[in-house]
């Protein structure tokens, strides 16, 4: 959010898809920006979490409740003003380390147990389910994903799919030493 294009370009796509709801993660701008932001973007609500890694934003259409914010999951209860359904998202920005992340699938699997709505779950997990999302560098070892796939499981969630490249991270290294990877992706319950 730091550059006037990348601003630009995000209003672009809200306009293009008729966004009511975004979610920004690692804004690399101070909290006290969000409001300016928020304005910019042409939205009606926003916030940013205790770490400030993830910025939420939405428009008047959706009655937005920040439900729970921890400093790697925010969760909200949108509610279409429309038709009246509310539903569940949380936006992720996990730790790198897997040692960090085991907080974050504690607070999935505690909400996942508290709610009988439709919930979805968005974001940069940091971990990868299998092989076949990673491209360079030493072989993945699935016991890594294995915290990963047992939260998920616990909590009922699956992976929405995707369309585009088949990795949404790289480590922006010279050729030989690129690593690539899906970290970012979008779950559901049933």
Excluded at 33 to 52: E, P, Q, T, W, Y
Excluded at 112 to 120: R, V
């Amino acid at each position: 959010m730091k550059s006037q294009a990348a601003t630009e370009r995000l209003n672009y796509l809200i306009n293009l898809y008729k966004l009511s709801f975004i979610a920004i993660q690692e804004p690399f701008v101070k909290e006290d920006k969000i409001d300016s932001f928020r304005v910019i973007l042409n939205m009606h609500g926003c916030f940013a979490n205790s770490s400030n890694k993830i910025w939420i934003f939405w428009k008047s259409s959706l009655n937005c409740n920040v439900y729970v914010s921890e400093d790697q999951m925010v969760t909200c209860k949108l509610m279409d003003t429309t038709n009246n359904k509310d539903l569940f998202i949380s936006v992720v920005y996990a730790k790198s380390r897997s040692i960090g992340r085991e907080d974050l699938w504690r607070y999935m699997r505690i909400f996942a147990s508290t709610i009988d709505h439709p919930w979805a779950v968005c974001g940069d997990f940091n971990c990868i389910l299998k092989e076949e999302e990673k491209m360079g560098g030493k072989p993945h070892k699935l016991r890594k994903s294995i915290p990963f796939f047992e939260c998920l499981n616990d909590c009922g969630l699956s992976d929405m799919g995707y369309s585009g490249s088949n990795f949404s991270w790289c480590n922006e290294r010279k050729e030989q030493d690129t690593i690539w990877k899906r970290l970012d992706r979008m779950l559901a319950n049933e």
